[in-house]
């Protein structure tokens, strides 16, 4: 069972009055209450290890990382959607037609959270009036009241809209018109449950954790109709979960606008790659679905590290020939496409001796680890263009090029010419120098 610290506002309490009980099966939640910011520090650390994650408002959150910089447990926040947000504006703007939104203060709109695109939608002259710059302190509740008091005496706004519950009865007080905005129930629950689902693949693993990052090829979403994305949505999902079924590899799915996350260990992906050769979901994948996917599966130490090279490795098998499945572990190894002659495995990191190289030929650093793979796998220090093709997954006269420019810097030598039919043109065999001399 996770256990989830909820460090929130007092005032802010009963709107999460039925949260704890929506998530009841996967998550105990840990009521946190304060009343003023410098007493977060203090329900932080004494709660840190009895939980496994904590969630806090967004002023709690800057106010700690400005002073710890860091967190030692996955910490998240409270957040209002952009949908949220600007459905709270349409319901303003039926219920009040002539509302002049350059007359409304909204306090938690600033340049940490890109003004929600505000700036995209409205102009310049109609923008409303948003929180001035602030240093989050334990005063900063005082602050941003005294900028909403004076905006209102002054005659400059006709309403307020907050996210500080704590100063929500002083607006009342000074007759100050206003509108409280807290994530709705649903919207808590949402996040809860993605929060639960990231803490319970933490867990899977003490250090690593492996994420496959799934799309849909070939797909025109221009012009399918939205219930064709949807139906082969459903289709990719209902597939994945009778595949860890049939494995039986508990992994966790999340969907997102346009692919899905598998979240899982690095024990299990070794299990559902075969000890990283090839891609058994992938096999699945493509006897159940009508239509073809990409899959990268990506290693790392934290949830983070492992996203992002989930969502390198499906570029990789995006931009492929092959549909295959392409892995990056923790070290940075790039390894696909899994179960194909053409899978190479090389590092993406540059030592001096690579770095050299590339500025010797003209070539990238990613170019030369490519071709030291291949020379690495075919153990031999000979190519030729069409075999170096094969294997990176480019045309002949692209490798054509690429071997001249070896040639050409003293890397590589035409060793001979092998005409395999007494007409036409013969093939160049090239020899490579491409080791270390250390």
Not at 37 to 42: G, S, V, Y
Not at 107 to 128: Q, R, T, Y
Not at 330 to 353: A, H, K, M, T, W
Not at 403 to 431: F, H, M, S, T
């Amino acid at each position: 069972m996770i256990r989830l610290g909820a460090i929130i506002a007092q005032h802010s309490l009963k709107e999460l009055t039925t949260v704890p009980t929506r998530v009841a099966d996967h998550c105990e939640v840990v009521l946190l209450p304060y009343h003023r910011l410098h007493e977060t520090p203090e329900l932080y650390r004494q709660n840190e290890q009895l939980v496994d994650g904590f969630v806090l408002t967004e002023l709690a959150y800057f106010y700690l990382n400005d002073q710890w910089g860091s967190f030692s447990v996955p910490t998240y926040t409270f957040q209002i959607s952009e949908q949220e947000f600007y459905k709270k504006l349409f319901q303003l703007s039926i219920h009040h037609r002539d509302l002049d939104f350059s007359r409304v203060y909204i306090d938690f709109l600033s340049e940490h959270n890109s003004f929600f695109g505000i700036k995209d939608v409205i102009p310049a002259d109609s923008m409303p009036h948003t929180l001035s710059p602030f240093r989050i302190t334990d005063k900063i509740h005082e602050e941003v009241l005294g900028e909403h008091i004076e905006l209102w005496q002054a005659g400059k706004i006709d309403l307020s809209m907050t996210r500080m519950s704590n100063i929500v009865q002083d607006l009342a007080d000074q007759g100050i018109p206003h509108l409280y905005l807290f994530p709705s129930p649903d919207s808590v629950v949402q996040q809860f449950e993605h929060i639960i689902s990231e803490l319970a693949a933490i867990k899977l693993a003490e250090s690593r954790i492996a994420i496959g990052h799934v799309t849909m090829g070939s797909v025109d979403t221009a012009r399918e109709s939205l219930n064709e994305w949807e139906l082969r949505q459903m289709l990719l999902h209902k597939s994945l979960l009778e595949f860890s079924t049939e494995q039986k590899v508990p992994f966790l799915i999340q969907k997102s606008n346009n692919s899905f996350e598998i979240i899982s260990s690095f024990k299990d992906l070794k299990t559902l790659t075969d000890n990283l050769t090839q891609c058994l979901l992938l096999t699945y994948l493509e006897k159940t679905l009508p239509f073809p996917v990409h899959i990268g599966w990506g290693v790392g130490n934290s949830m983070y590290k492992a996203r992002i090279n989930a969502q390198s490795a499906n570029n990789m098998s995006v931009s492929s020939k092959s549909m295959g499945t392409f892995v990056i572990t923790d070290s940075d190894q790039i390894i696909g496409p899994l179960g194909e002659e053409s899978c190479l495995s090389y590092r993406n990191q540059v030592n001096e001796f690579v770095q050299r190289k590339s500025e010797e030929t003209d070539l990238s650093t990613l170019q030369l680890q490519k071709i030291m793979a291949v020379l690495a796998k075919t153990e031999r220090n000979e190519l030729t263009a069409e075999e170096l093709a094969y294997h990176l997954g480019i045309t002949v006269r692209s490798a054509n090029r690429m071997l001249n420019q070896l040639e050409e810097k003293g890397v590589a030598r035409i060793l001979y010419k092998k005409q395999e039919k007494l007409r036409g043109r013969p093939k160049k065999i090239y020899q490579i120098q491409l080791t270390s001399e250390e």
